[in-house]
């Protein structure tokens, strides 16, 4: 009776907080700056509707406490088996550096840190406010939740600067807490992923592991900023991989990817066993600050297209390509390179045909197209899929 009592007395207290980020971005010139905080729990976890973000500001080259700052009301929502909420506030900021950080009392059980169940899980920004616009670099994708025993897999993280400067990406601890010395302290004792396989973070935000043991492990990354040579800021993810028995999404050959005199995208690939696709790009050319295409179907196709209205003007891409199903993802780096924007617009109500909508979630939603929401339309020319329309 003690030992179950002592299980449920845990499991109440855990946060089932498996990941986590900051970001913060400028609104031009002016002193206001929005503050988004992005949390992952596991499936049991519940989005708490208020969180306290600690501000500290540098004076005389130390962080001091500023304010407390609370945040209500997320936007929630679900990826890869983690419930994902988003905290928004707006702060007026004078210029300086600062330092923000979210911490949250206790971690579920870790396989890489036995201390995890009694450690706090702890993210951190650190940001300049200038008079010249300045946010820190954008996140676009999410880390995977799971990764397969035994296979070599890779994900990218994916980061852009919108004011142009450098970014640097690279691995670091778990974190457990922020002292009242101003460090970040990580999780003791604590064994980095490289302790259960091959383990490398390039700097361009590619993470290759080929994790050997099952279980879950906590790590951590840092975005680092760099404007003329200076750091002037730093990102401290943190993240929780499930490691489990299954297969990795694969593609027959290397995939080709070229843009259509119609603005339309085509990649060459092989998608098998359920596999599905998700393709990100991003750039100082796009009219929208992101642009993802997300959600195909489980089909098998040799070739498949997809509208990017968003891209404005000719120029260089960089983005990411991410194949994933129910167990692992694997995602490549790609450029896209834009010579012309010059094309045409399609209707694609084109009554000769059929069509099957999609939802953004690749759910079915049937073959009229008349008051459709529809983010995925397939279409069918003699029995055979045609072209794949994103409106």
């Known amino acids: 009776m003690v030992l179950v009592a002592l299980v449920v007395s845990l499991t109440a207290n855990a946060s089932h907080l498996l990941g986590g980020y900051m970001q913060a971005y400028q609104r031009g010139t002016t002193d206001t700056v929005d503050i988004y905080v992005t949390l992952f729990t596991d499936p049991q976890g519940i989005s708490q509707s208020t969180i306290v973000v600690n501000e500290y500001k540098k004076v005389n080259g130390a962080y001091q406490s500023q304010s407390n700052i609370t945040i209500t009301s997320p936007q929630t929502g679900y990826f890869q088996g983690m419930n994902v909420s988003q905290y928004h506030s707006v702060l007026v900021l004078t210029s300086g550096d600062y330092r923000f950080v979210y911490s949250n009392c206790c971690r579920g059980m870790l396989s890489n840190a036995s201390s995890a169940m009694n450690s706090s899980f702890t993210i951190g ?27 070599q897999q890779q994900t990218v993280m994916f980061a852009f600067d919108t004011d142009g400067d450098s970014i640097l990406i690279e691995k670091d601890d778990a974190l457990n807490q922020y002292s009242t010395t101003g460090t970040f302290v990580p999780l003791a004792p604590y064994s980095q992923l490289g302790s259960y396989g091959t383990y490398y973070v390039a700097p361009n935000g590619v993470v290759t592991w080929t994790p050997t043991t099952q279980g879950k492990f906590g790590t951590g990354y840092k975005i680092s900023e760099y ?23 694969s593609i027959s050959a290397p ?44 089909i098998d196709m040799s070739s498949t297209s997809w509208t990017l209205k968003a891209i404005n003007q000719p120029g260089e891409y960089e983005g990411f390509l991410r194949l994933y199903n129910s167990t692992s993802n694997m995602d490549f780096p790609v450029t896209l390179i834009v010579t012309s924007t010059i094309g045409i617009e399609e209707n694609i109500a084109d009554r000769n045909m059929q069509y099957e909508v999609y939802d953004w979630y690749g759910r079915y939603l049937g073959t009229s197209l008349e008051n459709q929401k529809g983010f995925l339309i397939l279409r069918y020319s003699n029995g055979k899929v045609e072209k794949v329309l994103c409106p």
């Open 255 to 298: 995939f080709n990817m070229t843009l259509n005199s119609d603005s339309t995208i085509t990649i060459n690939h092989d998608l098998v066993n359920g596999d599905s696709l998700q393709v990100g790009f991003t750039g100082s050319n796009f009219t929208s600050a992101q642009l993802f295409i997300y959600g195909i179907p489980a």
């Open 125 to 151: 920004l650190d940001y300049m406010k200038s008079s010249t616009p300045n946010s820190a670099p954008v996140l676009l994708n999410f880390l995977p939740s799971t990764w397969v025993t035994g296979t």
């Open 227 to 249: 404007r003329n040579g200076s750091l002037i800021g730093v990102n401290r993810v943190q993240q929780v991989y499930s490691v489990v028995q299954g297969s990795t999404p």
